[in-house]
């Protein structure tokens, strides 16, 4: 089994909720495979109208009729409706009804509910039931017996920091609230421990990079709000990282402006390493932590990768398990994070020490790349002529402003074979990568 399979399982089975003992309890797992620094956010503090939740748990849910017990809640960590308060009470199939929650579409399941995590003011009690027991409850009284604890605790934002040669930072972002389900996203979380492991081992880095493993919004609202302003200024953009372990295409999502360095990495990559990807504006494939990094004040270019379109059928709900989760998708999300980060590590502009025209094919250079006679061969691949043209612009582009990642975009080329061949003009001395930092 895949170490990124292994970390899901045990983690998603969690009752995870903002603050709360089991999340303490997969921030404890976490630490194991990476040393990630913890911050802490006590319980009650406010910062542009958030609030720091509680520390809470479900102890007792049950639901009784004639003395019979007709439902636990315990059963299944989406049973109780997260911030649920305690009831224990006699009511009317009318009120009971007003507290339960059921999936609309697959009569078994549970389905996941979080809204009070965020409205501290709206304080009641629900239970999450599947749709076939709704459907069968009838009229008469009810028991509910309904223990919930929710008591000061310490949110955790989970860090993990990896020097590269220069400050600027690339940001990954995966949250760690939701109970029970293992796409959403606890597959994000262990797409990134992959990723920051798997750089970890490499000798050179060019960018720092940083994981932030939170609960979703609350944990990088605190997060940047009490982050020093030198440290913010060194985030160059990030992406996020969610529902990555299905069968289904890549999603890009852009980030707000659509055009920072971090989308044209990743739709140079994805575009030309996968035939059907979904691509679309800021906030128009999956809602997460993108508004927190890109809100006024902070605007760090934050995209997210997922496989979020369409939405998987399983999306939270108590479905959303390991069933769903296949471990070559893990493995080629984790891979396709580190392509995307091949092109920011390697992306440069370039130096000309040369003036005129120079004979590409002289064996001296060895620099041209033969394409088919079309008298012989009236048809000349598509991507052929594309190089062909490239041959006829590129010794423009050695100007210090022009970047590869530009060059690979205007001519719809491959970055990394375009990489490959400058690389043949610098060994023959035609020019010089500008490292920058
Ligand atoms: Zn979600």
Redesign the pocket.
Known sequence: MSAMFDLLKKIYPLRLAPVSEDTDKAAEILCGVLPFQIHEYASGLEHNGWTVPQKWKAVRAEIKKNGKTIYDGMKHPLGVIGYSTSFTGKVSLDELKKHLFYHPVFPEALV?H?DYYYKPWRRDWGMSIPHQLYKELDRGEYEVILETVAEPGTMKVLDYFLEGETKETILFNA?DC?AG?AN??VSGIVVTVEIMKRLAQRKKRKYSYRAIIAP?HLGTVFYLANLPEKVVKTFRGGMFL?MLGHQNRFALQKSFTGESLIDKAAKVYLTRNFSDIHEADFRKVVGNDETVWEAPGFEIPFISLSRAHPMYPE??SSLDDERIIFEDKLEEAAQTVLGMLDILETDTTLKRHFKGLVALSNPKYDLYISTADPSIRPTVAEDQKKWNYLMDCLCRYFDEKTTLLDIAIKHEIDYAKLYQYVKKYEEKGLVSFVEKG
């Open positions: 996941y979080c949250h939701h389900q959403d996203d979703e969610e999306y939270h």
